[in-house]
């Protein structure tokens, strides 16, 4: 799996669901939706905790708002993140966490 031009791919642990190239700097909370992806979002602004995901990959770290947020949702999970807090600059493979 590497990087194309400036694209990125994100793959998911669940085999029901392609990969996904998409351009370098697009937020995914933009470009996956419930028809390609199995990620789940409600505010897309941080607030709410659906969208909160395990993730493989190298992202920036967090922001304090959303390691508070982590702090509850996702205690002691070091690849927690919110996904529609990320912008995409690496490829990634991620798993949504509100399943398990
Ligand atoms: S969609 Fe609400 S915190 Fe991400």
New binding site residues.
């Given amino acids: 799996m590497g990087s194309e031009n400036n694209k990125h791919v994100v793959s998911f642990f669940d085999p029901a669901f392609e990969p996904l190239s998409i351009d370098r700097g697009e937020m995914l909370?933009e470009v996956l939706d419930a028809s390609n992806s199995p990620l789940?979002?409600?505010?897309?602004?941080?607030?709410?905790?659906?969208?909160?995901i395990e993730v493989e990959g190298e992202l920036p770290e967090a922001d304090d708002e959303e390691k508070e947020?982590l702090e509850i949702y996702a205690p002691d999970n070091p690849k927690a993140r919110?996904?529609?807090?990320i912008e995409l600059n690496s490829d990634l493979r991620v798993r949504p966490l509100n399943f398990e």
Wanted: proline fraction near 0%; aromatic fraction near 6%.
């Fill in positions: 909370s789940l979002f409600g505010c897309r602004t941080g607030i709410c905790g659906t969208c909160v947020l919110l996904a529609c807090q």
